[in-house]
Structures are given as C-alpha cells and as structure tokens.
C-alpha cells in the first residue's frame, strides 16, 4: 500500500448540511440550503477541509428536476448550478491550513433520479448534463460523476466531459447484496462497467453511496478489469461509501430523509478504508452520513 499516493475526499454534504442545522428536507435535500443559507454551504466544505478532505464536492447533486422540479429547473438551475461551483471554488482558495489548496471535483448527478437505471433515458439526460457542465467547468479542477447506476449512463457523461479541460472520476453505486457478485444497480456487471468506462478522460473508478461492506469484493473485481486492460497505472481505484441501512430497487430517493446507521463509528470506518486500500484503492473518502469527524479519520491512514 502506497500510502503516499492516499487521496481523501469529502464526506455527505446533503447529511452534514442536516446536522448542523441547515435548511433540509426532501425533494430539495442539499439543494434547500443552498438556495436559503448558501453560507452553510461554505461552512460545511471548511469543516471538511479542516479535517483533512484534499478534494470538495460542488454542492449541485440536488440541482436537477428530480430534486427542484422543472419550473425552478428552467428557471433556477443553471444560476444555482454556478454559485455552488463558485462556493466551492472559493472555499478552496481560502483554506490555508495546507500547502496547496484542495482540488473541487464538479458533481455530475445521476440526473433522471438516485439508484434508479430504469428512469434512465438518454434524450432527457442530455440537456440536462450540458447545463451542469456548463455552469461548472470555469470553476472544477476534476469532474466526479457520482451514484451513477447504468453502463448507459455513465457512457454519455464519459462522452460530454471528454470535451472538456478537466479529467473525470467516475463513481458508481453497486448492489446493496452482501451475498450476490458486485453489480450495479442496473445489474450490469462491475467487471462490465470498469471495462467499458476507465481510461481516456476517465481516470478513475469509484464507487459510491452503497452500503459499506460491499465496497472491498467491487474493489476486488474492478482491479482485475483495470489489469487486464493495461490500466492499472493509469486509473485510480477509489471508495466512498454512505452511512444507511440497505436501498433496494425501486427506491424513491427524494421522497424521504433516509435514517442513518448508528453501528459504524469513525474509527471502524477508518477500519474499513484500509481494507479497501489493500484490495486497490487510492481515493478514499464518504457519502451520505459521512462527516468531517469520519474524514478526520481517514486523514490518519496518509501517516501510516
């Protein structure tokens, strides 16, 4: 394990935003803030910052009509799209407690809705990735497209972002199943997705927002398919898992707050990310219900 070549992302902005207070309910989730008490927003990428995150989320998973609705979309959605890039932006430049300033990874959402490849459609996905590049790209240093279920789509955001500056990581959300052979929640195989996504603009593979203990065995299998590419030096290999009990099919993923475990603390998730950094990893981090006191966490397996 390499650990000087370890990079922490951020955790759960959307939980975090909860936590401390912010404006918060669903459909809106993380949106809600921004639109009401952006300063919480920047409060929420210091508190990541400072407990050792070397990338920060644009807060734009929300700001799509799954979330806002169509009206404030058209209306909203590109002006929201750019202050939140800009939030993070400037969040960055102002942290001092680091050599350099940490990366902003432009989120790119699953657009047509969370853990649902069957609401999936290429020709409303469209207009809706250009508007969220767009409005993000004078500001990200990286994209991260993030809780991508589908070969499909994680093909054409592929295709928009490689007409850009910026690489792409590319964060897929698998099977909560602890029994079955990692997929994602399309059902496509992990080894399928790896193999038909990384390389070229895309230079790493995560996986995101699914339960915690299936992440090592999709860590496991997406490392073979990077070997057996040729890629293994040239993608990463990362893991941010969330903090919820499992989500099935058909999940509603903005129509309610889902509770959050009380059985993972910061240290045994720390435990966790080391198992993922032997099996492969190098981009270590958290997704919903993660929070700066499980980053600080992880900031300690640098100095391992």
Same mark, same amino acid.
């Given at each position: 394990?390499?650990?000087?070549? *370890?990079?922490?992302?951020?955790?759960?902005?959307?939980?975090?935003?909860?936590? =401390?207070?912010?404006?918060?309910?669903?459909?809106?989730? %993380?949106?809600?803030?921004?639109?009401? +008490?952006?300063?919480?927003?920047?409060?929420?990428?210091?508190?990541?910052?400072?407990?050792?995150?070397?990338?920060?989320?644009?807060?734009?998973?929300?700001?799509? #009509?799954?979330?806002?609705?169509?009206?404030?979309?058209?209306?909203?959605?590109?002006?929201?799209?750019?202050?939140?890039?800009?939030?993070?932006?400037?969040?960055?430049?102002?942290?001092?407690?680091?050599?350099?300033?940490?990366?902003?990874?432009?989120?790119?959402?699953?657009?047509?809705?969370?853990?649902?490849?069957?609401?999936?459609?290429?020709?409303?996905?469209? #207009?809706?990735?250009?508007?969220?590049? @767009?409005?993000?790209?004078?500001?990200?240093?990286?994209?991260?497209?993030? @809780?991508?279920? %589908?070969?499909?789509?994680?093909? =054409?955001?592929?295709?928009? +972002? %490689?007409? @850009?500056?910026?690489?792409?990581?590319?964060?897929? +959300?698998?099977?909560? !199943?602890?029994?079955? +052979?990692?997929?994602?929640?399309?059902?496509?195989?992990?080894? !399928?997705?790896? @193999?038909? *996504?990384?390389?070229?603009?895309?230079?790493?593979?995560?996986?995101?927002?699914?339960?915690?203990?299936?992440?090592?065995?999709?860590?496991?299998?997406?490392?073979?398919?990077?070997?057996?590419?040729?890629?293994?030096?040239?993608?990463?290999?990362?893991?941010?898992?969330?903090?919820?009990?499992?989500?099935? !099919?058909?999940?509603?993923?903005?129509?309610?707050?889902?509770?959050?475990?009380?059985?993972?603390?910061?240290?045994?998730?720390?435990?966790?990310?080391?198992?993922?950094?032997?099996?492969?990893?190098?981009?270590?981090?958290?997704?919903?219900?993660?929070? #700066?006191?499980?980053?600080?966490?992880?900031?300690?397996?640098? %100095?391992?």
């Amino acid at each position: 394990m390499k650990t000087q070549e *370890i990079i922490i992302l951020d955790g759960g902005m959307g939980r975090e935003l909860e936590r =401390i207070g912010a404006p918060f309910q669903q459909p809106e989730w %993380s949106a809600q803030a921004l639109m009401e +008490t952006p300063h919480l927003v920047s409060q929420v990428h210091n508190s990541f910052m400072q407990a050792g995150a070397e990338v920060i989320t644009t807060n734009t998973y929300a700001l799509v #009509p799954f979330h806002i609705g169509q009206q404030r979309f058209e209306q909203q959605g590109a002006s929201l799209i750019r202050q939140a890039a800009q939030l993070a932006k400037q969040a960055a430049a102002t942290h001092n407690e680091a050599s350099t300033s940490p990366l902003v990874a432009g989120c790119i959402p699953p657009v047509l809705g969370s853990y649902r490849p069957d609401l999936f459609n290429i020709e409303q996905a469209a #207009p809706l990735l250009e508007v969220l590049i @767009t409005q993000q790209q004078e500001y990200v240093d990286i994209w991260i497209a993030e @809780t991508i279920s %589908s070969i499909a789509e994680a093909e =054409i955001i592929k295709q928009r +972002t %490689s007409n @850009t500056s910026q690489k792409t990581w590319m964060a897929f +959300t698998i099977n909560d !199943d602890l029994t079955a +052979t990692p997929k994602l929640r399309s059902g496509e195989l992990v080894s !399928d997705a790896v @193999t038909r *996504i990384a390389g070229e603009n895309v230079t790493a593979i995560l996986f995101n927002c699914s339960r915690i203990e299936v992440m090592e065995s999709a860590l496991t299998i997406a490392k073979q398919a990077l070997v057996s590419k040729g890629l293994e030096q040239q993608v990463r290999l990362g893991v941010y898992a969330n903090n919820f009990p499992p989500i099935g !099919d058909r999940h509603a993923a903005n129509n309610q707050v889902n509770s959050i475990r009380n059985d993972i603390p910061a240290t045994q998730y720390r435990e966790f990310a080391e198992k993922w950094l032997h099996a492969g990893a190098s981009i270590i981090g958290g997704c919903c219900g993660i929070s #700066p006191e499980h980053i600080r966490e992880l900031a300690k397996l640098k %100095s391992k």
